[in-house]
Each structure stands twice: as structure tokens, then as C-alpha cells.
């Protein structure tokens, strides 16, 4: 089975540019979940998504935005980028609930100049 | 709040010496705890977990107990190898208001050389 994959791999903005970043979950998975890691630093807690409903957000601007869509796959937006916005972008995703484990994709590296 | 500490790295160690790497934390409730494993350039990996008190987690040769009366999950492993080389993140896990959602620490930054 696929794991979690997201995409880009790597992306170059501007600041003020808006950027998109996508995940797709495991198959069957309802949940997702997006992580904020800057360099040097551990991931920071940004949104939760659990049958297409936001259950959770962390303390991240109204800049950050999320969905996700009938399929389970997510989509992370970010508007007026700043450079503190550089980082890696992490998705995970599970089946729901703190009895299901949770799988990290490998990351979106956002760098904003 | 909820949060996690961790000793700080870089940490280098000889091949085949005994690491520990030391992570404590802050919590209501129960949480489960975990260590990660992110190595150059690649995302997360679980790397082992407990998920209530004196459950003992292991994995590849690594090993950490959950200790409540200490609020503790060390990591240890007695022969490292180069090849674990990478930053381990201690983390916790918990369900809050209406999500779960998981606290990491800063990571700690393993070489290991020939």
C-alpha cells in the first residue's frame, strides 16, 4: 500500500505570493493532519481534518488555511507569505482517534524569499 | 500547556557506545508518548511508542519506558551504529476539546562515527 505522499517535494515563492500544498492520505484513512517544521526546530501543530470537517487548529495565523475533500486527500494554503513561513510541511494522516496510529508523508519544503 | 523537553544535541558518539537521550514532559491526562526519527533530507518515522505508564516501547535495538512518577521517556539504545545517525524527536500524543493532536520536542541531533 502507498503511503502518505504529498506534493510538491520542494517549492520557491516570494513573499506576498500565496502557495498550495497538497497531501493524500493512506487508502481508508479519514484524518489528516498538517505540521509546520522549521529548520533546526521540532513540527508544530497546525490544523486537523477529520471527515472533511477542521476539528483542530493550532496557533497559526488566518493566513493558514486548509480543506479536505471527499476523496480524504488535503490541500494546506498559505496567503502573503512571509520568510518565517520557510519550513518543511508536514501531512500526516490516520484512520481517526488516538487508537489509530499516525502516518508522517515525507514533507513539502516550502522556502520563501 | 502541553509540552515536551528533550536534552540538547548534537550528541557524537563512537560506534557501538551506549546512547541515551533523555526527554521529559508536560500533560493533563494520559498521554501516549513516542519517539521519531527523521533522517537527512526525509520525513517522520515512528520510531517506537507507549501508550500508558510502565509500558516499555522498543524497536531496531532502541528502547524507552514510560515513567509517570518522573513524567519521563528516555531513549536508549546500547550499541549504536552509523547508520543512526538522524534527529530523534520525542513527542506526545492526546485527545484535546475535539482532536488529537501530537506535541513534539526540539529534537536531538545523533552522529555516529566509524
Known amino acids: 500500500d502507498a503511503g502518505v505522499t504529498q506534493s510538491p517535494t520542494h517549492l520557491i515563492k516570494t513573499r506576498g505570493q500565496h502557495v498550495t500544498l497538497r497531501c493524500s492520505p493512506i487508502s481508508g484513512h479519514k484524518s489528516v493532519s498538517w505540521y509546520q517544521q522549521v529548520l533546526g526546530q521540532g513540527p508544530q501543530f497546525i490544523f486537523q481534518y477529520y471527515e472533511k470537517e477542521e476539528r483542530g487548529r493550532g496557533n497559526f495565523p488566518d493566513r493558514f488555511s486548509a480543506r479536505q475533500f471527499p476523496n480524504y486527500s488535503s490541500e494546506l494554503n498559505v496567503n502573503a507569505l512571509l520568510l518565517g513561513d520557510s519550513a518543511l510541511y508536514l501531512c500526516a494522516s490516520s484512520a481517526g482517534g488516538l487508537a489509530y496510529e499516525q502516518y508522517f508523508g515525507p514533507g513539502t519544503r516550502l522556502t520563501v524569499t | 500547556g502541553d509540552s515536551v523537553t528533550q536534552m540538547e544535541g548534537p550528541v557524537t558518539l563512537s560506534e557501538e557506545a551506549f546512547l541515551t537521550i533523555n526527554c521529559t514532559y508536560t500533560?493533563?491526562?494520559?498521554?501516549?508518548l513516542f519517539w521519531y526519527v527523521q533522517y537527512p533530507g526525509e520525513g517522520l518515522q515512528l520510531l517506537l511508542k507507549a501508550t500508558k505508564a510502565d509500558d516499555k516501547g522498543s524497536n531496531k535495538g532502541f528502547e524507552a519506558t514510560y515513567r509517570k512518577e518522573t513524567t519521563s521517556f528516555h531513549l536508549e539504545k546500547g550499541s549504536v551504529q552509523v547508520s543512526d545517525s538522524a534527529v530523534y524527536f520525542c513527542a506526545l500524543r492526546r485527545w484535546g476539546t475535539s482532536y488529537d493532536k501530537v506535541i513534539f520536542g526540539p529534537g536531538t541531533s545523533l552522529s555516529v562515527i566509524p
Open positions: 500533560a493533563t491526562g494520559y498521554p501516549s
